[in-house]
């Protein structure tokens, strides 16, 4: 059973532009999560959807959204990039939600 | 607001030493979750407890309900075992909170 796959791996981008990155679950798994990780605030929960709907929602500001498509798949977008946007995105896949979650990869953005 | 405690921030040993890396959260969490991540970036889900005690191979997490404090054991550490250990809450509406992590450090 593949896992959670996340792509790109890897990205730079400059200031001002925007991104999108993607996240496909384990197969049978209908929760997304998203989270950041950085060194100066370690893992924080950005967004999840469960069933296309997005069901909570972190402390980011609106420039950081998410949706999530019928067959579970989910992109998060982050609009005019800053700097400190600089970081590991990681989702995370379960059954449903609060069930226990696997991790993907992750996404390593760069923003110059 | 949930939260999540973790110590030590660091710990080293020696392979064979027997690890406890600790967790307390706030009310509010009613699953607690156990992850590993090595260097590179990957995060593999080790345990999530609601209650009592797992196992898994030469890993053991248990937790305390009353006390809000969860514990994650290693036996007979391995240089291989070398990550840092994150717990992370999840709530009501299971948003996770984690905790700030434990470099273990397993030294030959």
């Known amino acids: 059973k593949a896992g959670v796959t996340q792509t790109p791996r890897y990205l730079i981008k400059t200031r001002g532009q925007q991104v999108t990155l993607s996240c496909s679950p384990i197969?049978?798994?209908?929760?997304v999560s998203w989270y950041q990780q950085t060194p100066g605030q370690g893992l924080q929960f950005l967004f999840e959807?469960?069933?296309?709907?997005?069901?909570n929602k972190g402390n980011f500001p609106g420039r950081f959204s998410g949706r999530q498509f019928s067959n579970s798949r989910s992109e998060m977008n982050v609009s005019t990039l800053e700097l400190g946007d600089s970081a590991l995105y990681l989702c995370?896949?379960?059954?449903?939600?609060?069930?226990?979650?696997?991790f993907g990869q992750g996404t390593r953005l760069t923003v110059v | 607001k949930n939260e999540v405690e973790q110590s030590p921030q660091n710990l080293t040993a020696q392979e064979g030493e027997f690890i406890t890396i600790n967790c307390s959260y706030s009310?509010?969490?009613?699953?607690l979750h156990w992850l590993q991540q090595h260097p590179g970036g990957g995060i593999v889900s080790l345990f999530m407890?609601?209650?009592g005690k797992k196992k898994h191979g030469r890993l053991i997490a248990t937790i305390n309900i009353q006390e809000k404090h969860s514990s994650l054991h290693i036996t007979a550490s391995h240089p291989r075992d070398s990550a840092v250990y994150i717990c992370?809450?999840?709530?009501?509406?299971?948003?996770?909170?984690f905790g700030k992590g434990t470099l273990l450090t397993v030294n030959p």
């Open positions: 995370a896949s379960s059954q449903t939600v609060g069930a226990e979650a696997f």
């Open positions: 197969s049978g798994h209908r929760s």
């Open positions: 959807y469960f069933s296309e709907t997005q069901r």
């Open positions: 009310v509010g969490i009613s699953a």
């Open positions: 407890l609601s209650s």
């Open positions: 992370a809450g999840g709530g009501s509406n299971y948003k996770l909170t």
